[in-house]
T-cell receptor, first 116, second 115 residues
Framework: GAVVSQHPSWVICKSGTSVKIECRSL??????MFWYRQFPKQSLMLMAT?????????EQGVEKDKFLINHASLTLSTLTVTSAHPEDSSFYIC????????????FGPGTRLLVL | AQSVAQPEDQVNVAEGNPLTVKCTYS??????LFWYVQYPNRGLQFLLK??????LVKGSYGFEAEFNKSQTSFHLKKPSALVSDSALYFC?????????????FGRGTSLIVHP
């Protein structure tokens, strides 16, 4: 199956700093990438949908100025958590979707963010 | 609108016994249905999907699921459970007639297989 990578897998940062998470589709071109947030023992919460070359579409309640998403190419999307606070600590997962007819999302391994 | 329900938070089964993880859905048109598995501190891994065709879909690691339109269900099954199958399982649905390519995920079911 298709492979999606995320980097870093773990990050610990001080409150007030910004953290960038990269999501790459390694063996296919992703026209669309999704960013999710997952709290312990809970389901995925869709944060935003990004299409290559255009602005991300954010879900209701997600601060677009705090969670900056860039989808600069068909294989790379980045999520930047700006001025992180302890309540931003979570597990962030990206997924990639191709319009090639597979109708399947492929997920990255996730990034664990801990803000001190 | 599209929605999906996983009625069980947790399923316990003994190793070697058959397992079932339940999923029901609601869509306006014909659904696209998916199952994913998540191991601790990992992303989701694709198991199988139903788009069209045979109602019984076979997927990775010996899992299968049956699309039942009359019961609006897509239960995940495996004939003989392994301890290594213990994980969090997510069902997802997408209604292609709804104009959105974003699937809706269930809340997840924790499967625990006892030795």
């Amino acid at each position: 199956g298709a492979v999606v990578s995320q980097h870093p897998s773990w990050v610990i940062c001080k409150s007030g700093t910004s953290v960038k998470i990269e999501c790459r589709s390694l063996d296919f071109q992703a026209t669309t990438m999704f960013w999710y947030r997952q709290f312990p023992k809970q389901s995925l919460m869709l944060m935003a949908t990004s299409n290559e070359g255009s602005k991300a579409t954010y879900e209701q309640g997600v601060e677009k100025d705090k969670f900056l998403i860039n989808h600069a190419s068909l294989t790379l999307s980045t999520l930047t958590v700006t001025s992180a606070h302890p309540e931003d600590s979570s597990f962030y997962i990206c997924s990639a979707f191709t319009s090639g007819g597979t109708e399947t999302q492929y997920f990255g391994p996730g990034t664990r963010l801990l803000v001190l | 609108a599209q929605s999906v329900a996983q009625p069980e938070d947790q399923v316990n089964v003994a190793e070697g016994n058959p397992l079932t993880v339940k999923c029901t859905y609601s869509v306006s048109g014909n659904p696209y249905l998916f199952w994913y598995v998540q191991y601790p501190n990992r992303g989701l891994q694709f198991l199988l999907k139903y788009i069209t065709g045979d109602n019984l879909v076979k997927g990775s690691y010996g899992f299968e699921a049956e699309f039942n339109k009359s019961q609006t269900s897509f239960h995940l099954k495996k004939p003989s459970a392994l301890v290594s199958d213990s994980a969090l399982y997510f069902c997802a649905v997408r209604d292609p007639s709804g104009g959105s390519y974003i699937p809706t995920f269930g809340r997840g079911t924790s499967l625990i297989v006892h030795p």
